[in-house]
Nanobody, 122 residues
């Protein structure tokens, strides 16, 4: 089992920045894929970014504004979000996949955090 706890959400104005953290515990592995997803009210959960041991990949909607990173020693993943827009408002979830092969489909992830709210006002 893997436990995930997100933090760092909040309310910011458009153009502002936030840094989300996801602390992992339990049966973690540095080779497992970790990802960020988000879900806005009335919408399906959507892919934001993913990281494995050697590469990262981003949704087009956040590319150039968000940066995913990982501190293996701390078992923690981060999402630096800059130039935030109102359409970035959502609950952000971190997830772990029991594989080194990254995927963007939420159904292919095995463990999830409880989510952290990000609200961007115009």
């Amino acid at each position: 089992q893997v436990q995930l706890v997100e933090s760092g959400g909040g309310r910011v104005q458009a153009g502002g920045s936030l840094r989300l953290s996801c602390a992992a515990s339990g049966r973690t592995s540095s080779r497992n894929v970790m990802g960020w997803f988000r879900q806005a009210p009335g919408k399906e959960r959507e892919f934001v970014a993913v990281i494995n041991w050697s590469s990262t990949y981003y949704a087009d909607s956040v590319k150039g504004r968000f940066t995913i990173s990982r501190d293996v020693a701390k078992n923690t993943m981060y999402l630096q979000m800059n130039s935030l827009k109102p359409e970035d408002t959502a609950v952000y979830y971190c997830a772990v996949r029991n594989s080194a092969a990254w995927r963007i489909n939420a159904n292919e992830y095995d463990y999830w955090g409880q989510g952290t709210q990000v609200t961007v006002s115009s």
